[in-house]
């Protein structure tokens, strides 16, 4: 039996990559992380912060992740290091005549 903290993660990530679900769960994070209702309250020092802490950090890290992955799977799209270590991200683009 998985610990229910990772069910919520688990959850969260396969919400979020659903595209249909996407920014209603993205707008939920940030509705939550502004609201004075939630889990503990933000009058309580630190312990308050830290809910918001960590799920503002999960949004952040799948949002990331899915861009990331994004440019990775898109062949137009290709990221070179010079010998100075230096990436440059080349892009393909075509003109649009209308």
């Known amino acids: 039996m998985k610990f229910p903290l990772q ?6 990530r396969s919400a979020i990559r659903h595209p249909q679900l ?3 769960i993205i707008l939920g994070t940030l509705i939550y992380f502004i609201s004075p209702l ?3 309250p933000d009058i309580f020092p630190i312990a308050g912060q830290i809910d918001d802490f960590v799920l503002v950090t999960l949004l952040m890290t ?3 992740q899915m861009t990331m992955e994004r440019f990775q799977n898109n062949p ?3 990221v070179e290091e010079d ?3 230096q990436k440059t991200i080349e892009v393909e683009a075509i003109s649009v005549d209308e």
């Open 7 to 12: 069910i919520v993660y688990d959850w969260y």
């Open 22 to 24: 996407r920014w209603w």
């Open 38 to 40: 939630d889990i503990s």
């Open 62 to 64: 799948e949002v990331i």
């Open 76 to 78: 137009s799209v290709t």
């Open 83 to 85: 010998p100075n270590g």
